[in-house]
């Protein structure tokens, strides 16, 4: 029984995945757009320091044992910021291979 896929699903897939590259283009331009400007970077500031991105999410304060519903909840905090910048570097990518950032 062979695995291969007929041409016709062949080029649903391809047409499945332009798609849904096409979408995550428009997302990262999006994310891009709403960020570079300067409420953008105020409200990504204030998102950077309130997601905990440059602390450790396990220690706080002098407990030896973290909470691990804590430890989770500050780390889903984080994905949202990093969530947001993969995104944004992925606009800024992009725009510098065409040459429209430097």
Do not use: T, W
Request: hydrophobic letters at 35%.
């Amino acid at each position: 029984m062979s695995m291969e896929m007929s041409p016709e699903d062949q080029l649903a897939v391809e047409k499945q995945n332009a798609d849904y590259e096409q979408e995550q283009n428009k997302l990262a331009s999006a994310y891009y757009y709403i960020f570079k400007s300067e409420a953008g970077q105020i409200a990504l500031k204030d998102l950077r320091e309130r997601c905990n991105v440059n602390n450790s999410c396990i220690y706080e304060g002098n407990v030896k044992r973290p909470d691990p519903y804590a430890v989770m909840f500050q780390e889903g905090k984080r994905a949202v910021y990093n969530h947001i910048m993969m995104y944004i570097r992925h606009e800024i990518d992009h725009q510098k291979l065409a040459g429209k950032v430097q």
